[in-house]
């Protein structure tokens, strides 16, 4: 089976821009969760859909936002982009019971 | 903001050595997992322990699971240079067993 996989590995981009994350989860995985990682505030959750609904979210602004397909795949966004953005975002799927499966995130630089 | 605290920050040891990681939580849980994570790179996961458990083992890993003292802690026995990585435990809620709360994590370096 393949696993998660997130598109696109690396991105830069400039403060006020906006920048939209795809995250395609385990084959018959209907949980997909994202989290951000810094160094400075670690790993911290952003949001969770299964089955297309937003079933969790973090404590995150307003310009982060997420969804998902029927195929389960999802996106997130982030819109306004500030310098404390950059991080490494990571997409995790799960069927449905505890463990997460994650993909190799998406960094992203603002400059 | 995160949850929990893992004790020590880092950790330097020997291959063959065993590796003891603590960590700590605030609220009620549904489960705690602990993930493995190779620098900058996506993160494993190793183990879950469901709140009704005390230990579980898998492998050379062990972890065990005091809801009273709101800890947890991971053993890796007979440790590798291979094992060298930051290790996060991470719980799960009742309402929210996969928007998981992570620790900050322990870095663990294996001297081969």
């Known amino acids: 089976k393949a696993g998660v996989t997130q598109t696109p590995r690396y991105l830069i981009k400039t403060r006020g821009q906006q920048v939209t994350l795809s995250c395609s989860p385990i084959?018959?995985?209907?949980?997909v969760s994202w989290y951000q990682q810094t160094p400075g505030q670690g790993l911290q959750f952003l949001f969770e859909?299964?089955?297309?609904?937003?079933?969790n979210k973090g404590n995150f602004p307003g310009r982060f936002s997420g969804r998902q397909f029927s195929n389960s795949r999802s996106e997130m966004n982030v819109s306004t982009l500030e310098l404390g953005d950059s991080a490494l975002y990571l997409c995790a799927s799960s069927p449905g019971y505890g463990e997460l499966f994650f993909g190799e995130g998406s960094r992203l630089t603002v400059l | 903001s995160q949850q929990g605290e893992e004790d020590p920050q880092a950790l330097s040891i020997q291959e063959g050595e065993n590796a003891t990681m603590n960590c700590s939580y605030k609220?009620?849980?549904?489960?705690l997992q602990w993930y493995r994570q190779n620098s900058g790179r996506g993160l494993v996961h190793l183990i879950l322990?469901?709140?009704?458990?005390r230990e579980k083992h898998s492998g050379r890993l062990r972890v065990t699971l005091d809801t009273s003292k709101k800890s947890s802690s991971l053993l890796i026995t007979a440790s590798r240079a291979a094992d060298t990585a930051s290790y996060f435990c991470a719980t799960g809620t009742d309402t929210g067993r996969r928007a998981l709360t992570f620790g900050s994590g322990t870095r663990l370096q294996v001297q081969p």
């Open positions: 084959s018959g995985h209907r949980s």
């Open positions: 859909y299964f089955s297309e609904t937003q079933r």
């Open positions: 609220t009620s849980i549904n489960n």
């Open positions: 322990i469901r709140s009704n458990e």
